[in-house]
């Protein structure tokens, strides 16, 4: 599962791996960037670029993009949504299906509320993946947290069900104490 | 000089060869089109692969993309603005220069007034052009209008200077006439 926190200057990219009981393991997470100074046509082919390289090297099966709308920061927001169109675009391209999902359903996902604040989702990303620290920067963790929404909203794994697994009991227990 | 009117459903491409004395002649004009009921990456990948079929068969040294706008059309503008990104990329992706011009700064550059409605603008292309009729559908139109627009405003044949040629004086006299 490949999550992409798109981005003109930071592009967010993470890979879990999502067992059918739920559980999850870090597989790749990292940026892509591009250098504000240049010409917006080289920035969206750098992005492009990168991106393609960690499908290449990392074959997921599914791409999961972060819906973007209007009225969200204006300033930045049509570069946001142009390199969630190159995010597509590569996953069309590599033959991948793309399913966008909005920041509410990724934190409703990961902590069990649409409000929650992004440390909030950070720590239970990190918890989840069993990571030492929280993934730095924040595109690149929020990009796990979409990779994450994804396999359990609607990819195969949320089709299964069982009892609770040690990593879900981890993520039942940190949900309910982040609504305290 | 290829000018694209990005859209998801419609994208307009419009190629015009611009002569130093700003007489310009229509090379290409025509719709990428994409099917709503595709997915999403399916339709930008549509759209990529259409841009990259005009530019392979006709060769322009620079592309020109009307500038979208966070503000416009709430319902269709991330759309509208995704495919703007893949006609950057394309450009960059085959090494030609890219520039963004507002729908004002077309309509100022074609009919001498940021306001002139949709039909002046398609009108002024037609005669510039020498077209028997107006460029359908709108979208290619445009598109014609921001080649030209580009063309006239920053390309190499707006440094040149001379006397009026006779396609001069058709637009400065159809410019004075859509004032009226």
Chains 1, 2 share one sequence.
């Not at 892509?32 to 046509?41: F, G, M, T, Y």
């Not at 995010?87 to 391209?93: C, T, W």
Request: hydrophobic share 45%; glycine share 8%; aromatic share 2%.
């Amino acid at each position: 599962m490949l999550g992409i926190d798109p981005g003109l200057t930071r592009c967010g990219v993470g890979i879990v791996d999502v067992a059918p009981d739920r559980s999850a393991q870090l597989v790749h997470v990292g940026v892509v960037r591009s250098d504000p100074s240049e010409p917006i046509e080289a920035r969206l082919a750098l992005i492009a670029t990168g991106l393609r390289a960690v499908i290449a090297a990392h074959r997921p099966d599914v791409v999961a993009v972060e819906r973007v709308f209007a009225q969200h920061n204006r300033h930045t927001v049509m570069g946001t949504a142009q390199a969630s169109g190159i995010a597509l675009l590569v996953a069309g391209e590599s033959g991948l299906p793309a399913a966008t999902h909005t920041p509410s359903e990724v934190k409703a996902a990961i902590t069990g509320y649409g409000s929650a604040d992004k440390r909030q989702v950070q720590a239970m990303v990190a918890r989840v993946l069993r990571l030492d620290a929280l993934p730095r920067p924040a595109d690149a963790a929020d990009a796990l947290a979409l990779a994450l929404c994804h396999a359990w909203r609607g990819g195969p794994a949320a089709a299964a069900s069982g009892p609770l697994t040690p990593a879900q009991r981890a993520w039942a227990d940190a949900e309910r104490l982040s609504r305290r």
